[in-house]
């Protein structure tokens, strides 16, 4: 069993906490990106997400003490069996925060990195 990589979904960004405004002028008015706003549903945890090309940048507020939440989003097609095939291998899984058309959770990688797989529903 491999698990079926389709496309990077999106990366995670983090700032620190009080730059939300600094964040939307740099990346909405300086690199030209739009903001993502009306998802029909609030977005998980207070992120700013933007479209970048056929992906999208989510930016989100941490303190700098944390494990960092930044990471690359991998959409595939078998969530479940991935999950079976990362527990089997001792990963931990993180289920996140849930969002209305995706399925997903997340993982570190054996340096600390975090990844996050969606299955789109």
């Not at 997400?49 to 989510?58: N, R, T, V, Y």
């Not at 097609?77 to 993180?94: P, S, T, V």
Request: aromatic share 8%; with cysteine; glycine share 6%.
């Amino acid at each position: 069993m491999k698990i079926e990589f389709e496309r990077l979904n999106h990366i995670m960004l983090c700032i620190p906490e009080g730059a939300e405004e600094a964040a939307r002028t740099f990346y909405g008015d300086v690199l030209g990106l739009r903001e993502l706003t009306d998802m029909g549903y609030p977005l998980p945890n207070g992120a700013i997400w933007f479209q970048m090309g056929d992906i999208e940048l989510h930016i989100r507020a941490e303190h700098s003490s944390e494990l960092s939440q930044r990471h690359p989003a991998f959409e595939i097609k078998n969530l479940e069996a991935a999950r079976e095939l990362l527990e089997k291998n001792g990963i931990a899984i993180r289920n996140d925060s849930p969002i209305p058309d995706r399925k997903r959770f997340s993982f570190r990688d054996p340096f600390g990195n975090r990844i996050e797989l969606i299955e789109m529903l």
